[in-house]
């Protein structure tokens, strides 16, 4: 566990205690449409650097395909769209966390990453049962109770656990027991201290999308020194501003159809995650 991490997660912490709830909510959205997206948008440059012979549009155009059949799908089911995007995205969240931590290949470890993640996800909705309800009920229609949410992390806690006992036996998973529940008990306070989108953009950029972009400038550049950042802005910008534009025109079309921001922001997350997930599981399993 790196000590830059845990400082800053409890320098949020600190922050929740000092902001109102709106102020964190703003800073939260800063964050996750500046790192938070940008982390997903050298997916091109990435996937070019995999199969040399590719051109950019050669990239662009499956990249496209996924985004519109995701789409589709939307029109077809919210609700499902929404449920695969969470489990796709705790998977993501765990092979970020959890993949260097694996010594040997076991088809078990996609249980663990997913596990995981959903662990993290589930206690951050478990925190905020309430506005993560209307939220969803927002973006979907649904109303999910309070049980499915509550039963949801049980589930994943007992999976993860199931998961760990697993892998740590067959001799393949490498972690430090005490200082991964250490790390789950910060995580507990933070997620129940600070509000929805502070905590869960606590995680999600210095959890998830820091550590990913370094990972992603080490395969890019072979270093992540802070001074390949402008490099990593330099080709990655253009589909950052694009993801922003898509905000802004998709806030204009729906504004009177959805109550919460947030909801806006997660079709454009969604959207950009099913595409930059392949992307990146592709990139580990080289
Ligand atoms: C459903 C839901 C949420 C989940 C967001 C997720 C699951 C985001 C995943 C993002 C990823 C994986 C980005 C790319 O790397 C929030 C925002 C906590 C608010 C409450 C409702």
């Known amino acids: 566990?790196?000590?830059?991490?845990?400082?800053?997660?409890?320098?949020?912490?600190?922050?929740?205690?000092?902001?109102?709830?709106?102020?964190?909510?703003?800073?939260?959205?800063?964050?996750?449409?500046?790192?938070?997206?940008?982390?997903?948008?050298?997916?091109?440059?990435?996937?070019?650097?995999?199969?040399?012979?590719?051109?950019?549009?050669?990239?662009?155009?499956?990249?496209?395909?996924?985004?519109?059949?995701?789409?589709?799908?939307?029109?077809?089911?919210?609700?499902?769209?929404?449920?695969?995007?969470?489990?796709?995205?705790?998977?993501?969240?765990?092979?970020?966390?959890?993949?260097?931590?694996?010594?040997?290949?076991?088809?078990?470890?996609k249980f663990l990453f997913t596990f995981y993640g959903l662990t993290i996800l589930f206690m951050i909705f478990y925190a905020n049962i309430v506005e993560v309800q209307q939220i969803i009920y927002d973006v979907t229609g649904y109303l999910f109770l309070s049980d499915y949410i509550k039963m949801g992390l049980y589930i994943n806690l007992i999976g993860l656990s199931i998961s760990v006992a697993l892998l740590k036996f067959k001799k393949v998973l490498r972690i430090n027991l005490v200082k991964e529940l250490f790390m789950f008990f910060v995580f507990y306070i933070v997620f129940n201290v600070a509000s929805l989108l502070w905590a869960f953009s606590i995680y999600f950029i210095l959890w998830h999308s820091i550590p990913s972009l370094k990972d992603q400038m080490e395969v890019l550049y072979g270093s992540s020194k802070p001074s390949y950042l402008m490099d990593y802005v330099k080709t990655s910008w253009i589909y950052w501003a694009v993801s922003i534009l898509g905000l802004l025109i998709l806030y204009l079309l729906l504004q009177n159809h959805l109550d919460y921001f947030i909801s806006v922001v997660l079709y454009v997350l969604a959207a950009v995650t099913f595409p930059h997930v392949i992307v990146m599981s592709k990139l580990e399993g080289k």
């Open 1 to 109: 566990m790196k000590n830059w991490l845990l400082l800053t997660t409890f320098f949020g912490l600190w922050l929740s205690t000092q902001l109102s709830s709106g102020l964190q909510d703003y800073l939260a959205y800063s964050f996750i449409l500046t790192f938070g997206v940008l982390h997903g948008a050298n997916d091109i440059v990435l996937i070019r650097k995999q199969y040399q012979n590719l051109n950019t549009t050669g990239a662009i155009i499956p990249y496209i395909l996924v985004i519109s059949s995701v789409t589709l799908l939307f029109f077809f089911s919210k609700a499902l769209v929404l449920a695969v995007f969470i489990v796709i995205s705790g998977y993501h969240f765990g092979e970020q966390h959890l993949k260097e931590r694996l010594t040997n290949s076991h088809w078990f470890h």
